[in-house]
């Protein structure tokens, strides 16, 4: 909380509010080195704060006034979503004072951007990473790579014709029947160049006809002669 004399409070060890001066908080953020490059003040009255500031923080933003908490939190979730999508300071400054007006709130203009001489807001980007190297590794589990083009001549389409085959008593292992032609295919595993491929040709080895059910025959009662 800020009061208009420009003093910060924080809470005590004891809970009070403390009262810190913009002095002291320039100290701490001297003492804290080149390592600072941003600092937010999202609350009332904190322009003034962020003038003292500049000289040991690069970038800082304050305050110009009372602002509401509603616009204050619309602020910091636009603020810090850009400068977690690898914006600069400056374009995160805008995506907060824009999240203020998207939801219809006031006080869009109380948000100020304070920048130190010789720096250029517009290309500090503190989420900056190195591109990330991609390596195409082959898919070490057959069976799960996606299909492609390439696989279509000889696959795609022929699942149903797959699932008669499978129903028919004379389905013996290896061997298909194509209904267009009268002779024997073994397409599965001649095209076994894809992982896919080759799971259905190893589901189709161990295909068996099961066998035909033993005759039932008739059980009769049995006759004991007296009791046990």
Same mark, same amino acid.
């Given at each position: 909380m800020l009061s208009r004399t420009a003093c910060t409070s924080f #809470?005590? =060890?004891?809970g009070d509010a403390q009262v810190v001066s913009p002095d002291a908080i320039a100290q701490t953020f001297d003492a804290a080195g080149a390592s600072v490059k941003l600092v937010a003040l999202n609350a009332c009255f904190t322009e003034p704060i962020a003038e003292a500031l500049l000289a040991h923080v690069d970038c800082v933003v304050g305050m110009s006034g009372s602002i509401h908490d509603d616009a204050a939190r619309s602020f910091a979730i636009g603020f810090y979503g850009g400068l977690g999508e690898h914006e600069s300071i400056a374009a995160a400054f805008e995506h907060g004072r824009a999240a203020i007006r998207l939801d219809g709130l006031p006080d869009a203009e109380r948000p100020r951007l304070k920048v130190r001489n010789g720096f250029n807001a517009a290309q500090l980007i503190l989420a900056a990473v190195?591109?990330?190297?991609?390596?195409?590794?082959? &898919?070490?589990?057959?069976?799960?790579?996606?299909?492609? =083009?390439?696989?279509?001549?000889?696959? #795609?389409?022929?699942?149903?014709?797959?699932?008669? &085959? #499978?129903?028919?008593p004379s389905c013996r292992r290896g061997a298909l029947w194509s209904p267009r032609t009268t002779s024997r295919t073994t397409t599965p595993r001649r095209s076994?160049?894809?992982?896919?491929?080759?799971?259905? =040709?190893?589901?189709?080895?161990?295909?068996?006809?099961?066998?035909?059910?033993?005759?039932? #025959?008739?059980i009769q009662p049995v006759h004991t002669h007296g009791p046990r």
């Open positions: #809470h005590d =060890a004891a190195a591109p990330s190297v991609r390596l195409a590794l082959p &898919c070490p589990y057959p069976g799960m790579r996606p299909y492609s =083009a390439d696989d279509a001549t000889g696959f #795609h389409g022929r699942d149903a014709e797959i699932s008669r &085959c #499978h129903r028919r076994a160049t894809s992982s896919g491929r080759r799971s259905i =040709a190893a589901a189709d080895r161990r295909l068996r006809v099961p066998p035909p059910l033993p005759a039932i #025959h008739t």
